[in-house]
Protein backbone atom coordinates (compact mmCIF):
# COMPACT_ATOMS: atom_id res chain seq x y z
CA UNK A 1 0.00 0.00 0.00
CA UNK A 2 1.24 3.40 -0.81
CA UNK A 3 2.49 5.81 1.71
CA UNK A 4 -0.93 8.51 0.33
CA UNK A 5 -3.19 5.97 0.46
CA UNK A 6 -6.53 7.09 -0.08
CA UNK A 7 -10.28 6.22 0.44
CA UNK A 8 -11.47 4.78 -2.58
CA UNK A 9 -14.38 1.88 -2.98
CA UNK A 10 -13.56 -1.63 -3.17
CA UNK A 11 -15.88 -2.50 -5.16
CA UNK A 12 -19.42 -4.11 -3.82
CA UNK A 13 -23.27 -2.84 -4.27
CA UNK A 14 -25.40 -1.09 -2.04
CA UNK A 15 -25.70 1.77 0.69
CA UNK A 16 -22.25 1.34 2.08
CA UNK A 17 -20.09 1.38 -1.76
CA UNK A 18 -21.79 4.24 -2.51
CA UNK A 19 -21.20 6.10 0.93
CA UNK A 20 -17.89 5.15 0.37
CA UNK A 21 -17.45 6.53 -3.32
CA UNK A 22 -18.76 9.36 -1.99
CA UNK A 23 -16.51 10.31 0.66
CA UNK A 24 -13.91 9.33 -2.03
CA UNK A 25 -15.00 11.55 -4.59
CA UNK A 26 -15.96 14.71 -1.42
CA UNK A 27 -12.01 13.58 -0.22
CA UNK A 28 -11.08 14.69 -4.07
CA UNK A 29 -13.07 17.92 -4.11
CA UNK A 30 -11.28 19.12 -0.85
CA UNK A 31 -7.75 18.24 -1.62
CA UNK A 32 -8.22 19.85 -5.55
CA UNK A 33 -10.13 22.80 -4.90
CA UNK A 34 -10.47 23.29 -1.26
CA UNK A 35 -12.96 22.94 1.66
CA UNK A 36 -15.56 26.02 0.07
CA UNK A 37 -15.70 24.46 -3.20
CA UNK A 38 -17.55 20.94 -0.92
CA UNK A 39 -21.37 20.98 -1.59
CA UNK A 40 -24.09 18.57 -1.16
CA UNK A 41 -25.02 19.22 -5.36
CA UNK A 42 -21.54 19.39 -6.68
CA UNK A 43 -20.74 16.01 -4.37
CA UNK A 44 -23.84 14.59 -6.21
CA UNK A 45 -23.05 15.51 -9.68
CA UNK A 46 -19.50 14.88 -9.44
CA UNK A 47 -21.04 10.68 -8.16
CA UNK A 48 -23.85 11.26 -11.46
CA UNK A 49 -26.30 11.02 -8.57
CA UNK A 50 -28.95 13.26 -7.14
CA UNK A 51 -28.85 15.67 -3.88
CA UNK A 52 -31.38 13.67 -2.16
CA UNK A 53 -29.32 10.75 -1.93
CA UNK A 54 -26.39 12.52 -0.69
CA UNK A 55 -28.47 13.42 2.25
CA UNK A 56 -29.96 9.93 2.64
CA UNK A 57 -26.12 9.23 3.30
CA UNK A 58 -25.05 11.82 5.57
CA UNK A 59 -28.35 13.51 6.62
CA UNK A 60 -26.45 16.95 6.70
CA UNK A 61 -23.32 18.68 5.57
CA UNK A 62 -22.50 18.91 8.68
CA UNK A 63 -22.60 14.95 8.68
CA UNK A 64 -20.64 14.78 5.43
CA UNK A 65 -17.84 16.56 6.68
CA UNK A 66 -17.80 14.05 9.66
CA UNK A 67 -17.99 10.97 7.58
CA UNK A 68 -14.87 12.45 5.47
CA UNK A 69 -12.84 12.96 8.49
CA UNK A 70 -13.14 9.57 9.91
CA UNK A 71 -12.33 8.25 6.47
CA UNK A 72 -9.31 10.39 6.70
CA UNK A 73 -8.32 9.01 10.13
CA UNK A 74 -8.14 5.19 9.10
CA UNK A 75 -6.13 6.71 6.22
CA UNK A 76 -3.88 8.64 8.38
CA UNK A 77 -3.56 6.23 11.22
CA UNK A 78 -2.79 3.59 8.32
CA UNK A 79 -0.01 5.92 7.00
CA UNK A 80 1.37 6.66 10.61
CA UNK A 81 1.53 2.48 11.61
CA UNK A 82 3.44 2.43 8.44
CA UNK A 83 5.74 5.05 9.05
CA UNK A 84 6.52 3.72 12.55
CA UNK A 85 7.10 0.00 11.49
CA UNK A 86 9.30 0.97 8.72
CA UNK A 87 11.61 2.65 11.49
CA UNK A 88 11.44 -0.13 14.15
CA UNK A 89 15.06 -0.84 14.74
CA UNK A 90 15.98 2.00 12.92
CA UNK A 91 19.58 4.24 14.23
CA UNK A 92 18.63 7.19 15.60
CA UNK A 93 20.44 10.07 15.39
CA UNK A 94 20.61 13.39 14.16
CA UNK A 95 21.27 12.75 10.97
CA UNK A 96 18.66 10.68 10.85
CA UNK A 97 15.78 11.87 12.45
CA UNK A 98 16.18 15.25 10.56
CA UNK A 99 16.09 12.57 7.32
CA UNK A 100 12.64 11.06 8.65
CA UNK A 101 10.98 14.65 9.55
CA UNK A 102 11.74 15.61 6.44
CA UNK A 103 10.60 12.82 4.65
CA UNK A 104 7.44 12.11 6.84
CA UNK A 105 6.89 16.11 5.97
CA UNK A 106 7.21 15.94 1.89
CA UNK A 107 5.37 12.46 1.93
CA UNK A 108 2.36 14.06 3.29
CA UNK A 109 2.67 17.27 0.95
CA UNK A 110 2.01 15.11 -1.78
CA UNK A 111 -0.58 15.30 -4.51
CA UNK A 112 -1.34 11.66 -3.55
CA UNK A 113 -1.96 12.12 0.47
CA UNK A 114 -5.58 13.43 -0.24
CA UNK A 115 -6.43 12.63 3.81
CA UNK A 116 -3.95 15.35 5.05
CA UNK A 117 -5.49 18.01 2.23
CA UNK A 118 -8.65 16.92 4.80
CA UNK A 119 -7.02 18.43 8.02
CA UNK A 120 -5.53 21.06 6.49
CA UNK A 121 -8.81 22.02 5.57
CA UNK A 122 -10.38 21.17 8.47
CA UNK A 123 -8.03 23.23 10.65
CA UNK A 124 -8.70 26.35 8.70
CA UNK A 125 -12.58 26.21 8.93
CA UNK A 126 -14.97 26.86 11.79
CA UNK A 127 -17.59 25.14 10.75
CA UNK A 128 -15.63 21.66 9.77
CA UNK A 129 -14.58 21.91 13.47
CA UNK A 130 -17.08 22.01 14.78
CA UNK A 131 -18.96 19.27 12.34
CA UNK A 132 -15.73 16.68 12.88
CA UNK A 133 -14.04 18.13 16.52
CA UNK A 134 -13.86 14.45 17.66
CA UNK A 135 -11.96 13.57 14.37
CA UNK A 136 -9.88 16.06 14.20
CA UNK A 137 -8.85 15.58 18.21
CA UNK A 138 -8.70 12.34 17.38
CA UNK A 139 -6.05 13.01 14.14
CA UNK A 140 -4.14 15.28 17.10
CA UNK A 141 -3.80 13.07 19.62
CA UNK A 142 -2.50 10.38 16.52
CA UNK A 143 0.37 12.71 15.14
CA UNK A 144 1.33 13.00 18.44
CA UNK A 145 1.32 9.59 19.95
CA UNK A 146 3.14 8.44 16.71
CA UNK A 147 6.25 10.83 17.20
CA UNK A 148 6.34 10.06 20.86
CA UNK A 149 6.71 6.58 20.24
CA UNK A 150 9.72 7.40 17.80
CA UNK A 151 11.73 9.89 20.12
CA UNK A 152 10.61 7.13 23.15
CA UNK A 153 13.15 5.02 21.02
CA UNK A 154 15.80 8.00 21.08
CA UNK A 155 16.43 9.35 24.62
CA UNK A 156 18.81 11.86 23.83
CA UNK A 157 16.11 13.56 21.72
CA UNK A 158 13.50 13.27 24.22
CA UNK A 159 13.28 17.08 24.92
CA UNK A 160 11.52 17.60 21.09
CA UNK A 161 8.25 15.55 22.41
CA UNK A 162 6.39 18.47 23.70
CA UNK A 163 7.21 20.56 20.45
CA UNK A 164 7.53 18.11 17.03
CA UNK A 165 3.89 17.66 16.86
CA UNK A 166 2.50 21.08 17.01
CA UNK A 167 5.57 22.17 14.59
CA UNK A 168 5.60 19.44 12.00
CA UNK A 169 1.69 20.29 11.71
CA UNK A 170 2.81 24.26 10.90
CA UNK A 171 5.54 23.15 8.80
CA UNK A 172 3.52 20.76 6.90
CA UNK A 173 0.80 23.32 6.04
CA UNK A 174 4.01 25.28 4.14
CA UNK A 175 5.54 22.50 2.35
CA UNK A 176 2.03 21.82 1.41
CA UNK A 177 2.58 24.99 -0.83
CA UNK A 178 5.93 25.30 -1.23
CA UNK A 179 6.75 21.53 -1.78
CA UNK A 180 9.29 21.34 -5.10
CA UNK A 181 10.88 24.97 -4.61
CA UNK A 182 14.18 24.45 -4.13
CA UNK A 183 14.82 27.27 -1.84
CA UNK A 184 12.13 25.93 0.43
CA UNK A 185 13.26 22.26 0.14
CA UNK A 186 17.35 23.92 1.17
CA UNK A 187 15.53 25.74 4.06
CA UNK A 188 13.65 22.54 5.75
CA UNK A 189 16.57 20.95 5.84
CA UNK A 190 18.66 23.45 7.48
CA UNK A 191 16.08 24.51 9.94
CA UNK A 192 15.35 20.26 10.54
CA UNK A 193 19.04 19.48 11.29
CA UNK A 194 19.09 22.59 13.25
CA UNK A 195 15.90 21.51 15.66
CA UNK A 196 17.82 17.75 16.24
CA UNK A 197 20.76 19.81 16.99
CA UNK A 198 19.05 21.85 19.59
CA UNK A 199 17.48 18.37 21.26
CA UNK A 200 20.85 16.97 21.54
CA UNK A 201 22.36 20.86 23.05
CA UNK A 202 25.41 21.33 21.05
CA UNK A 203 26.37 24.31 19.82
CA UNK A 204 24.05 26.53 17.05
CA UNK A 205 24.79 25.19 13.45
CA UNK A 206 25.57 27.57 10.83
CA UNK A 207 22.70 29.24 9.19
CA UNK A 208 23.92 29.88 5.76
CA UNK A 209 20.80 29.48 3.87
CA UNK A 210 18.43 31.33 6.37
CA UNK A 211 21.02 34.20 5.77
CA UNK A 212 20.73 33.75 1.79
CA UNK A 213 17.17 34.07 2.25
CA UNK A 214 16.54 37.23 3.88
CA UNK A 215 19.33 39.16 2.44
CA UNK A 216 17.20 38.72 -0.48
CA UNK A 217 13.79 39.75 0.97
CA UNK A 218 12.28 43.06 0.88
CA UNK A 219 10.22 42.81 4.40
CA UNK A 220 6.84 44.19 3.79
CA UNK A 221 5.59 47.77 5.27
CA UNK A 222 2.57 49.21 6.42
CA UNK A 223 0.38 50.86 3.88
CA UNK A 224 1.27 54.45 5.15
CA UNK A 225 -2.34 55.63 4.32
CA UNK A 226 -4.22 58.79 4.36
CA UNK A 227 -6.79 57.72 7.19
CA UNK A 228 -10.52 58.18 5.00
CA UNK A 229 -8.71 57.30 2.14
CA UNK A 230 -10.82 54.71 -0.17
CA UNK A 231 -7.97 52.43 -0.51
CA UNK A 232 -7.43 52.10 3.41
CA UNK A 233 -11.14 51.69 3.77
CA UNK A 234 -10.96 49.10 1.29
CA UNK A 235 -7.56 47.28 2.98
CA UNK A 236 -9.84 47.75 6.35
CA UNK A 237 -12.76 46.18 5.05
CA UNK A 238 -10.52 43.38 3.61
CA UNK A 239 -9.06 42.56 6.66
CA UNK A 240 -12.41 42.42 8.71
CA UNK A 241 -13.86 39.87 6.77
CA UNK A 242 -10.48 38.05 6.78
CA UNK A 243 -10.64 37.66 10.87
CA UNK A 244 -14.17 36.71 10.62
CA UNK A 245 -14.47 34.68 7.43
CA UNK A 246 -11.18 33.92 6.61
CA UNK A 247 -9.35 34.83 3.37
CA UNK A 248 -11.95 33.20 1.20
CA UNK A 249 -14.71 35.44 2.31
CA UNK A 250 -12.71 38.33 0.24
CA UNK A 251 -13.71 38.88 -2.69
CA UNK A 252 -14.57 42.23 -5.57
CA UNK A 253 -18.13 41.42 -4.82
CA UNK A 254 -18.24 41.55 -1.04
CA UNK A 255 -15.95 44.09 -0.46
CA UNK A 256 -17.51 46.17 -2.98
CA UNK A 257 -20.76 45.70 -1.42
CA UNK A 258 -19.38 46.83 2.37
CA UNK A 259 -17.75 49.71 0.94
CA UNK A 260 -20.43 50.77 -1.05
CA UNK A 261 -18.35 50.98 -4.75
CA UNK A 262 -18.72 49.51 -7.71
CA UNK A 263 -16.55 46.38 -8.11
CA UNK A 264 -14.50 48.18 -10.46
CA UNK A 265 -12.89 50.40 -7.60
CA UNK A 266 -10.31 47.46 -6.22
CA UNK A 267 -9.20 47.21 -9.89
CA UNK A 268 -8.32 50.80 -10.11
CA UNK A 269 -6.47 51.03 -6.83
CA UNK A 270 -5.02 47.98 -6.69
CA UNK A 271 -4.61 46.80 -10.49
CA UNK A 272 -5.80 43.22 -9.86
CA UNK A 273 -7.22 40.97 -6.72
CA UNK A 274 -4.07 38.79 -5.68
CA UNK A 275 -2.18 42.11 -5.57
CA UNK A 276 -5.25 43.63 -3.74
CA UNK A 277 -5.68 40.12 -1.58
CA UNK A 278 -1.76 40.27 -0.99
CA UNK A 279 -1.73 43.99 0.44
CA UNK A 280 -5.33 42.86 2.49
CA UNK A 281 -2.82 39.88 4.18
CA UNK A 282 -0.24 42.13 5.32
CA UNK A 283 -2.60 44.75 6.93
CA UNK A 284 -4.63 42.46 8.65
CA UNK A 285 -1.28 41.04 10.10
CA UNK A 286 -0.04 44.33 10.81
CA UNK A 287 -3.30 45.88 12.77
CA UNK A 288 -3.65 43.02 14.63
CA UNK A 289 -0.20 42.20 16.20
CA UNK A 290 0.29 42.95 19.47
CA UNK A 291 2.46 46.35 20.69
CA UNK A 292 5.06 44.38 21.88
CA UNK A 293 5.26 41.61 19.83
CA UNK A 294 6.30 44.43 16.85
CA UNK A 295 9.77 44.93 16.10
CA UNK A 296 8.64 48.40 14.34
CA UNK A 297 7.33 49.90 17.61
CA UNK A 298 8.43 51.36 20.80
CA UNK A 299 8.74 48.93 23.88
CA UNK A 300 6.01 49.92 26.35
CA UNK A 301 6.55 47.08 28.57
CA UNK A 302 9.80 45.71 30.95
CA UNK A 303 11.21 42.68 30.11
CA UNK A 304 9.78 39.64 31.92
CA UNK A 305 11.71 38.58 34.50
CA UNK A 306 11.20 35.02 34.14
CA UNK A 307 10.20 31.89 32.39
CA UNK A 308 6.58 32.51 34.40
CA UNK A 309 6.09 36.34 33.24
CA UNK A 310 7.11 35.22 30.11
CA UNK A 311 4.91 32.80 29.47
CA UNK A 312 1.89 34.70 31.09
CA UNK A 313 2.34 37.59 28.39
CA UNK A 314 2.67 34.89 26.00
CA UNK A 315 -0.33 33.00 26.93
CA UNK A 316 -2.83 35.84 25.71
CA UNK A 317 -1.33 35.06 21.98
CA UNK A 318 -2.93 31.43 22.06
CA UNK A 319 -6.28 32.70 23.37
CA UNK A 320 -9.15 30.64 21.55
CA UNK A 321 -11.67 32.71 19.64
CA UNK A 322 -14.96 32.92 21.97
CA UNK A 323 -18.21 31.36 20.41
CA UNK A 324 -19.40 33.73 17.32
CA UNK A 325 -16.15 36.24 17.61
CA UNK A 326 -13.42 34.96 15.66
CA UNK A 327 -12.23 38.26 15.76
CA UNK A 328 -11.27 37.79 19.47
CA UNK A 329 -9.16 35.02 19.38
CA UNK A 330 -5.51 35.58 20.62
CA UNK A 331 -3.15 36.91 17.82
CA UNK A 332 -1.56 33.25 16.75
CA UNK A 333 -4.41 31.77 17.21
CA UNK A 334 -5.55 34.12 14.49
CA UNK A 335 -2.11 34.90 12.52
CA UNK A 336 -1.35 31.10 11.99
CA UNK A 337 -5.09 30.41 10.73
CA UNK A 338 -4.30 32.99 8.17
CA UNK A 339 -0.90 31.65 7.08
CA UNK A 340 -2.30 28.24 6.68
CA UNK A 341 -5.29 29.72 4.47
CA UNK A 342 -2.64 31.06 2.28
CA UNK A 343 -0.69 28.09 2.21
CA UNK A 344 -3.65 25.70 1.06
CA UNK A 345 -4.55 28.74 -1.51
CA UNK A 346 -1.00 28.57 -2.75
CA UNK A 347 -1.24 24.96 -3.19
CA UNK A 348 -3.88 25.84 -5.33
CA UNK A 349 -2.94 28.48 -7.37
CA UNK A 350 0.92 28.76 -8.06
CA UNK A 351 0.24 32.44 -8.27
CA UNK A 352 0.39 33.02 -4.64
CA UNK A 353 3.61 30.92 -3.61
CA UNK A 354 5.76 33.78 -3.24
CA UNK A 355 3.54 35.08 -0.62
CA UNK A 356 3.70 31.39 0.91
CA UNK A 357 7.47 31.44 0.21
CA UNK A 358 7.71 35.47 1.88
CA UNK A 359 5.79 34.41 4.74
CA UNK A 360 7.96 31.17 5.68
CA UNK A 361 11.59 32.14 4.17
CA UNK A 362 12.10 34.76 7.95
CA UNK A 363 9.87 33.14 10.09
CA UNK A 364 10.71 34.61 13.37
CA UNK A 365 12.94 37.67 12.56
CA UNK A 366 10.25 39.71 14.94
CA UNK A 367 10.99 37.23 17.76
CA UNK A 368 14.67 37.38 17.07
CA UNK A 369 14.27 41.15 17.23
CA UNK A 370 12.18 41.48 20.01
CA UNK A 371 14.48 38.92 22.16
CA UNK A 372 16.19 41.27 24.85
CA UNK A 373 12.73 42.88 25.18
CA UNK A 374 10.61 39.88 25.75
CA UNK A 375 12.07 36.87 25.81
CA UNK A 376 13.21 36.90 29.67
CA UNK A 377 16.96 36.73 30.30
CA UNK A 378 17.90 33.02 30.86
CA UNK A 379 17.51 32.66 27.75
CA UNK A 380 19.57 33.47 24.45
CA UNK A 381 17.44 33.10 21.43
CA UNK A 382 19.78 32.71 18.24
CA UNK A 383 18.16 33.19 15.06
CA UNK A 384 17.74 29.58 14.15
CA UNK A 385 15.66 29.15 17.61
CA UNK A 386 13.57 31.98 16.93
CA UNK A 387 12.65 30.16 13.28
CA UNK A 388 11.84 27.18 15.43
CA UNK A 389 9.50 28.62 18.07
CA UNK A 390 7.27 31.02 15.55
CA UNK A 391 6.63 27.86 13.85
CA UNK A 392 6.41 25.72 16.62
CA UNK A 393 3.70 28.67 18.52
CA UNK A 394 1.50 28.95 15.08
CA UNK A 395 1.11 25.02 14.84
CA UNK A 396 0.45 25.51 18.50
CA UNK A 397 -1.93 27.47 18.43
CA UNK A 398 -4.06 25.86 15.42
CA UNK A 399 -4.04 22.26 17.14
CA UNK A 400 -5.20 24.15 20.26
CA UNK A 401 -8.17 25.81 18.47
CA UNK A 402 -9.32 22.46 17.82
CA UNK A 403 -9.34 21.44 21.53
CA UNK A 404 -13.21 21.55 23.21
CA UNK A 405 -12.05 21.27 26.21
CA UNK A 406 -8.02 22.08 26.44
CA UNK A 407 -6.02 19.62 28.66
CA UNK A 408 -3.05 21.34 29.18
CA UNK A 409 -2.71 25.01 30.21
CA UNK A 410 -1.17 27.89 27.55
CA UNK A 411 1.21 28.75 29.76
CA UNK A 412 2.80 25.34 30.43
CA UNK A 413 2.85 24.91 26.62
CA UNK A 414 5.07 27.90 26.33
CA UNK A 415 7.36 27.18 29.15
CA UNK A 416 7.75 23.57 27.68
CA UNK A 417 8.31 25.01 24.38
CA UNK A 418 10.59 27.68 25.42
CA UNK A 419 13.10 24.88 27.49
CA UNK A 420 12.92 22.60 24.20
CA UNK A 421 13.49 25.34 21.65
CA UNK A 422 15.96 28.36 23.17
CA UNK A 423 19.64 27.64 24.46
CA UNK A 424 20.02 29.29 28.04
CA UNK A 425 21.56 32.14 28.57
Known sequence: MADAADIRPDGGDGRDALRVQAIAAAMGIIADQGLAALSIRDLAQSIGKSTTVIVNLFQTKAGLLAAVAEAGLGADAAFHARFLAQTDGAPLDRTTLRALAAGYITRRAAPQARFVRVWEEYLTDREACLAAGPQLQAWRQLQARAWTEL???????ARLAPVLAPYLAMEGLYASALIGRADYELLLDESLDGLMARALDTPPPATPVLDWIEAGLVPPQPPGLEAGSMKL???DI????IMEGGVGAVTNRSVAQLAKASTSTIL???????SFLAQAIWHSVFREIPAYLDWRRPLDRSRPADLAAWSELMAATLEPAPAGAPADAGFYEKYARLIAQICLLARRDPAFQDLAALLRGPEGGGTFARREAIWPPQFALTRMSAAHF????KGRALLNAIEQAPTENPR??????ALAIAPRA
Open 390 to 393: AIWI
Open 233 to 235: RLL
Open 151 to 157: LDRAPAF
Open 268 to 274: YHFGDMR
Open 238 to 241: AADL
Open 412 to 417: MQLQSA
